[in-house]
């Protein structure tokens, strides 16, 4: 499974941008994790091919959405309203049989304030 990882950039605080990530299929989750520099990636939200069902984090809870192009396996996420701490890289991962296997390279996200 590959996974290529786009988006990420400069935004100012309150500023939105939307991050892509196209998987050469689909996995039994699709989700983004972030890394800010000195702390521990975590979990921002998932996309359950599936269903179609969604969960987030609770930072993420009513700033960002995670969808899909119904077209191709592309997974979305929209992130608004945006703060500084929100820094960081950004990495999609498909989760198969209980484990996250696979990653993709991740973007940067740059949020000034």
């Known amino acids: 499974v590959q996974l290529q990882a786009s988006g990420g950039g400069l935004v100012q605080a309150g500023g939105s941008l939307r991050l892509s990530c196209v998987a050469s299929?689909?996995?039994?989750?699709l989700g983004w994790f972030r890394q800010a520099p000195g702390k521990e990636r975590e979990f921002v939200a998932g996309f359950y091919w599936t269903d179609g069902s969604t969960h987030y984090a609770d930072s993420a809870k009513g700033r960002f959405t995670i969808s899909r192009d119904n077209a191709e396996n592309t997974v979305y996420l929209q992130m608004n309203s945006l703060k500084p701490e929100d820094t960081a890289v950004y990495y999609c991962?498909?989760?198969?049989?209980?484990?996250?296997?696979?990653w993709g390279q991740g973007t940067q996200l740059t949020v000034s304030s």
């Open positions: 991962a498909a989760q198969y049989f209980g484990d996250y296997r696979y």
């Open positions: 299929s689909r996995s039994y989750i």
